[in-house]
């Protein structure tokens, strides 16, 4: 089923696993070296998606370009981590929703939403599944 793998990540590993399916170290020493030296690495699904020591070593290797990682082996990132450092990678947070005010807009909701409600009218945002 995944014959093709290889292949794709000669150009990209972009990583969005699925619970459906193991990729469990997917990103290894032997698929980064199956990369193209230009490609980059994409990791925003699972840190155990990624093999970090053969992230690392094909970092600094410049084995591959750059990386774009948002999930860790060990999380939080440890303060001695290599990757902190990498000029190469790009490290952000896995946490999509947290941007500045997103409390205060989602109190605001939920308190609007609680008028409504109270007096029977249609919600601002319902669910409807």
Known sequence: MFRSLPRLFA????????ALISLA?????QTLASMKQDAGLINVARGGVCDEPAVIAALQSGRIRCAHLDVFEKEPLPAGSPLWDMPNLILTP??????????????????LNLEKWARGEALVNPHTA
Do not use: K, Q
């Open 11 to 18: 150009l990209a590993l972009i990583s969005l696993a699925s």
């Open 25 to 29: 170290s997917a990103a290894n020493a």
């Open 94 to 111: 896995h946490n999509a929703s947290a941007s500045s005010g997103n409390d205060r807009r989602s109190a605001e909701m939920f308190l």
